[in-house]
């Protein structure tokens, strides 16, 4: 665990980095006019905090893509969030459910719901632009909340149906088989042969959960029969059942309550636990995802989805066998290979990015969504590194590097390349500096002349030639395909993975310390 614990460390210094400098203008150019876009403050304005500089940035990328994703809030169906071109997953960061690998977004959450994107856009037909499913990590206690007040749209992290839930928020049919809560015990734990040998002992448990809910309902039955109750204590919400299962495993807790699918899995991962199936709490419980109350056309597309996808299913066991019972894969994840190789590349990133004004993370984006930040990466028409440049490309006097094979070299060709396609072919002063560089990235990928051509034929065709996102990349859907859209779309992703979860870790990572996890 400590490998990626140094690893989001590095991350956050890294985004806050790219806050400050996020989107600025190189020494010498209009740096005014785009102050206020570029998250910059002046000697005039406050200083911002760290959080408020990243929260800003979001901010800013949302306002210039046009698409609400997590500052503003908006309510809706199904139909309101094709018109937004979003569906927005709300979560929580975890491994096996929806974490990172380097800028990749994986899991059994993450990939359920990319599948969940694809059958919405099918429902949709090719005419319309296709709509993109997001993810925000929340914590756990904010997963309703944000979904009622239009943070979000579905509620995705294994919520337990429940009477009181069901009063505030709608669910779709289960996803998965009928569910026990168990008790979890490790070295520390006295011996314990029946429930009621729990009368009087102490419980750590997440308001928010359902075990919470079972725990109130065993304590009236303890106080019918004379017992004593279990003395229950609030757990964080920032933290996920393995890291409670974790403090178990340590001996820092006694015992624990989970569901019964996640208590064997991370038995076999924390060898110090121990299964007690014997012990129930609730049964016959189910998972599903939740959304707001008078949503029947999102009700439906996730009731006719969650028929093939459920567990039990052929697609939902390959996703529980791949994340949930491949215990060693899922060690190696906590080891995190991208996130070590970002780690290697990451202060390159910084030193060009500032150098040539654009933003850090967006470009580390872009070398992930290239070559998953892969030096030896080769594409068959010969480009090369992470960066993807032809050498014949890197040697040209715009770019004037003739040597890309390592690391650094690549990546200052790649960003001054991309600065050198922003300034010669996007800096037209009625184009703002973000929209520039979505240029830039498209022209990237698909060439400068193409996109400067996509440019014209939106202006005839009515949109707005100065923006990418629901203008020119109308025209680059219909004229080039896919590829340009989605390569564009994907590395906004990455830079808001990166970003909304490191907010999400950093908190969490700070509740671990408190509680003595680190």
């Known amino acids: 665990m400590q490998s990626i614990r140094r690893i989001f460390i590095s991350i956050l210094v890294l985004a806050m980095v790219a806050c400050g400098e996020s989107m600025t203008d190189k020494p010498g150019s209009s740096a005014e006019m785009n102050e206020s876009r570029a998250g910059l403050s002046t000697g005039e304005q406050p200083a911002l905090s760290e959080s408020e500089r990243l929260e800003k940035s979001l901010a800013e990328i949302e306002e210039q893509m046009g698409v609400k994703l997590f500052v503003d809030p908006w309510t809706g169906d199904l139909d309101r969030m094709a018109k937004e071109r979003v569906i927005r997953v709300l979560t929580v960061y975890g491994v096996g459910r929806y974490y990172l690998d380097g800028a990749q977004e994986k899991g059994i959450t993450y990939e359920w719901y990319k599948q969940f994107e694809d059958f919405v856009n099918e429902r949709l037909g090719k005419k319309h632009l296709r709509v993109h499913v997001v993810f925000i990590p929340v914590a756990r ?13 579905i509620a995705a992290a294994g919520l337990t149906i429940t009477p009181e839930r069901e009063e505030l928020v ?38 928010s959960s359902s075990d919470r809910a079972s725990l109130d309902v065993l304590n009236l039955h303890f106080e019918e029969r004379g017992l004593d109750a279990i003395v229950i204590e609030d757990a964080p919400e920032q933290l996920e059942d393995m890291d409670i299962l974790e403090m178990v495993a340590a001996g820092m807790l006694e015992w624990a309550i989970v569901d019964d699918y996640k208590a064997r899995l991370w038995a076999a991962i924390f060898e110090e636990l121990k299964v007690r199936d014997d012990l129930v709490f609730r049964s016959g419980g189910f998972i599903a995802p939740a959304f707001r109350k008078n949503s029947p056309l999102l009700a439906e597309a996730l009731n006719e989805f969650v028929k093939t996808h459920k567990e039990g299913t052929l697609h939902g066991n390959m ?50 969504q290239e070559s998953r930040l892969n030096q030896n990466a080769r594409s068959r028409a010969g480009a090369i590194g992470i960066m993807q440049l032809l050498p014949s490309t890197a040697a040209d006097a715009n770019v ?30 009625s184009v703002d500096r973000f929209n520039q560089t979505m240029f830039a990235f498209a022209a990237y990928n698909a060439g400068p002349a193409r996109i400067r051509k996509l440019r014209a034929m939106a202006a005839e065709q009515g949109y707005d030639p100065n923006i990418w996102f629901d203008n020119v990349e109308v025209m680059a859907a219909r ?35 408190e509680t003595g996890i680190d």
Do not use: C
């Not at 190696?332 to 990015?353: C, H, P, T």
């Not at 390592?406 to 922003?422: C, P, Q, V, W």
């Open 479 to 513: 004229d080039i395909g896919s590829e340009t859209v989605q390569y564009v779309a994907n590395i906004l992703k990455y830079y808001f993975a990166y970003t909304m979860t490191v907010k999400t870790q950093l908190e969490r990572q700070q509740i671990r310390k």
């Open 170 to 207: 709608d669910f779709s049919n289960p996803v998965t088989k009928k569910l026990s809560e168990l008790l979890v015990t490790g070295p520390s734990a006295p011996p314990v042969k029946t429930i009621d040998d729990l009368a009087g002992k102490r419980i750590f448990v997440r308001a």
């Open 400 to 429: 004037g590097i003739p040597d890309i094979s390592t690391a650094e070299s690549n990546i200052h060709a790649g960003i001054k390349y991309l600065d050198f396609i922003r300034n010669r072919y996007f800096s037209d002063p």
């Open 319 to 368: 996703l529980i066998n791949r994340y949930l019972k491949d215990f060693n894969w899922a060690k190696n994840a906590l080891e995190a290979e991208d996130y070590q190789r970002f780690q290697k590349v990451a202060d390159i990133f910084a030193k060009y990015g500032n150098q040539y004004g654009v933003d850090y993370l967006m470009v580390a984006a872009q070398g992930y």
């Open 141 to 153: 206690d904010q997963l309703i909340p944000a979904l009622i007040s239009g943070r979000g749209d």
